[in-house]
């Protein structure tokens, strides 16, 4: 936690655009962060926990008084149901409680090539965003392009805003030599978006996925019109990454970004 919180310091003094600038936390690790806090500090708070209402709330009081920590989401998996449309509400009732400004987020889990919808709709309908797993130490946990693109798609469709987490180390799909697993990419999956904004099918969504041609995947970026580039920016929120460095400098390698000392 010492280690995370000079980084984010030194990030946060840097203020690169690339990088959102929230701390995620779990609530398990809420009070090694509070320990780690220095008394100047102002940290943007998003915390992962399971969404159940007692323990939303006991994390929101631990921040409530503390004016080094603004609580700007929450995030977490849908809690164990009979059936998912009972799930999403009984997340959206854990989330009822966060303050106005902060987000919540639902991890909805993809299984098959059929995008979510129903559960994507009810979270339209309580204004709240889902998050999407896109890797992890096990190979079940890194979804096909056919799933990952139908569930892009249909975020699109539905106006359901999104976050990504886990797997996507790097800007462009690729795999790992570790351990054998392909990883998403993370261009890849804001040009995903991009396609379905710009009225692409669900299958030009999967086929940007599957891609792992680096300079095209720059080329088509450079050409996304600055409306399709917002649109977009508000619907694929962010994405949660283990470095802060990694993804800066795959964009600088791809022309994507400027290099601190081409910066003018």
């Known amino acids: ?14 203020g690169h655009p690339v990088l959102t600038h929230r701390f995620l936390c779990t609530t398990g690790d809420l009070p090694a962060l509070l320990e780690s806090l220095h008394p100047e500090d102002r940290f943007s708070v998003g915390l992962i926990t399971h969404l159940d209402p007692s323990t939303v709330r006991s994390a929101l009081a631990r921040t409530a008084d503390d004016p080094r920590v603004e609580l700007v989401g929450v995030e977490g998996p849908l809690p164990f149901g009979p059936d998912a449309p009972t799930a999403v509400m009984r997340a959206l009732t854990a989330l009822g409680d966060l303050p106005q400004h902060a987000s919540g987020y639902v991890e909805v889990p993809l299984a098959g090539d059929r995008p979510p919808v129903d559960v994507l709709q009810l979270l339209a309908q309580g204004q709240r965003a889902a998050k999407v797993r896109c890797g992890g130490l096990r190979a079940e946990l890194f979804p096909s392009c056919q799933s990952l693109g139908a569930f892009v798609h249909a975020c699109v469709t539905e106006d359901v805003p999104f976050k990504a987490t886990a797997g996507l180390h790097h800007a462009v799909r690729y795999r790992d030599e570790r351990t054998g697993f392909v990883h998403h990419g993370f261009l890849n999956l804001l040009l995903a978006v991009c396609r ?59 022309g994507l970004v400027a290099k601190k000392e081409d910066a003018v």
């Open 1 to 14: 936690m010492t280690e995370a919180t000079a980084r984010h310091r030194h990030d946060s003094a840097a």
């Open 196 to 254: 379905a904004v710009d009225g692409g099918t669900a299958e030009a969504s999967v086929a940007v996925l599957r891609s792992t041609d680096a300079e095209a995947l720059a080329a088509e970026a450079r050409q996304v019109s600055s409306v399709t580039a917002a649109t977009a920016r508000a619907l694929f929120v962010a994405y949660g990454s283990c470095s802060t460095s990694e993804p800066i400098d795959d964009l600088q390698a791809l």
